[in-house]
């Protein structure tokens, strides 16, 4: 049985890793079609930011030397944010600016509403206002960003919070990777859908839709192929099907020591070239990966176990980074390292265990109740998972621990 590190490696291995991919793999979508897309070119700044020396509030511009020495100053225009000021400020005098408007030249600080008394066109400091020599509310030209600037490169994966620098510097299309087609089945003779009111044996099929899910957050396409029968013929049929129409397959149940787990074996005979099926994860372990060769195309595929955590995770741990990889990006799990609020024991460290964990007010890893991979609803409240490395029997209070954020 390989480690989890060993089967990251031949997973990456088998894509190859390449930041520029060819054009063919490329797309140019919109400014509000790209989120959660690939970035495929490089962001620059086309302009300084702020683009002129602007005001951070609504006030008075005026000199330094007329707010220390208190001196009253005469109101010359007001100036609207989008508008040029037409005068100059020297001492003795003031203009009135929005948040966000230029600030007349020569002005040096920026004395807030708040903090003026105005009368017959004459501007005073309020008794209460202290003028704070650095704070001159005054957002310098160029002090955020010069122009020109590279800001994002090939290989980024947008998030909204990138969605406004692209609309401030001008983006209204952006080169992306093409989403790689992806591929779900759900196997086992137990299944039902959702919409199916399940027998006393039967079990909702709860797999394939959060790997529908998974596969959509990830910047990826799904497709959904359904629930699978534990039928050679069936399942041969099916995998055939969406090994043709996909870049990668997530197949979920079938793939452990069962008499009717047959998976393994029909890949075989369609000449999928398994890389490995069992990996030192808990949970996880008959975790499979292969490669198919579509006329010199390859095909990825994943047998995940039917237990709805561990499909989680390996997804997470594994097909998140092989689609990354598809598309240019780069594996991006945020980990921490936390101090555990309880001390840790287990039976047996044969295998790297991963547990639902929430982050306590104390900012420690506090392991939720879990009783093992089919205990889906142990996710809802965690932040994260802890990984437990390989060969860790125990764990004191406040040993670190490595914790995966979800
Ligand atoms: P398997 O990996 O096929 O041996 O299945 C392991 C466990 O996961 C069994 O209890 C199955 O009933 C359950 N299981 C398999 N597939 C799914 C699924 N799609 N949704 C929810 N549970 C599943
Ligand atoms: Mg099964």
Redesign the pocket.
């Given at each position: 049985m390989i480690t989890f590190e060993q089967a990251l490696q031949v997973v990456l291995d088998a894509v190859g890793k390449k930041a520029d991919l060819p054009k063919e793999r490329c797309e140019y979508v919109s400014l509000e079609d790209s989120c959660g897309r690939v970035l495929q070119q490089v962001v620059k700044t086309d302009r300084d930011t702020p683009p002129f020396h602007k005001s951070a509030m609504d006030g008075y511009a005026c000199t330094y030397a007329d707010l220390e020495q208190g001196r009253p100053m005469r109101l010359l225009e007001v100036v609207p944010a989008g508008t040029t000021p037409k005068y100059q400020i020297t001492g003795g005098c003031c203009s009135k600016v929005m948040t966000g408007a230029m600030v007349p030249q020569g002005a040096e600080y920026v004395l807030m509403v708040e903090d003026a008394i105005v009368e017959d066109n004459t501007v005073c400091t309020a008794p209460h206002c202290r003028i704070a020599p650095h704070k001159t509310n005054i957002c310098l030209r160029g002090e955020d960003v010069q122009a020109g600037v590279p800001l994002l490169n090939l290989g980024a994966f947008l998030k909204p919070q990138h969605i406004a620098m692209l609309a401030a510097y001008g983006y209204t299309e952006l080169c992306v990777a093409i989403k790689p087609k992806v591929g779900i089945i759900?196997?086992?003779d137990?299944?039902v859908e959702p919409s199916v009111t399940p027998s006393d044996v039967q079990?909702?099929?709860?797999?394939?839709w959060q790997l529908l899910a998974q596969v959509s957050r990830a910047g990826a396409s799904p497709s959904y192929y359904g629930?699978v029968q534990d039928k050679a013929q069936a399942l041969r049929a099916a995998l055939m099907q969406a090994l043709k129409e996909n870049a990668v397959v997530v197949l979920?149940?079938?793939?452990?020591m069962?008499d009717f787990?047959m998976v393994p074996e029909v890949l075989k005979s369609l000449g999928v070239n398994i890389l490995f099926d069992r990996v030192a994860v808990q949970p996880g372990k008959?975790t499979l990966f292969g490669v198919w060769n579509n006329g010199g195309d390859s095909r990825y595929l994943f047998g995940l176990?039917?237990?709805?955590v561990s499909?989680f995770i390996q997804f997470e741990l594994m097909v998140r980074p092989l689609l990354m990889s598809l598309m240019g990006a780069f594996p991006q799990a945020i980990t921490l390292r936390l101090p555990l609020s309880h001390p840790y024991r287990r039976k047996s460290a044969e295998r790297m265990a991963h547990l639902p964990m929430e982050i306590d007010e104390s900012g420690r890893c506090n392991l939720l109740n879990y009783n093992g991979s089919?205990h889906i609803t142990a996710l809802n409240t965690a932040h994260g998972m802890a990984r437990i490395p390989l060969g860790v029997l125990e764990l004191q209070e406040d040993a670190a621990v490595e914790v995966i954020l979800l």
């Open positions: 759900s196997t086992g137990e299944l079990i909702r099929n709860s797999n394939g629930i979920s149940g079938g793939v452990s069962g787990d008959p176990p039917g237990n709805p499909s089919g």
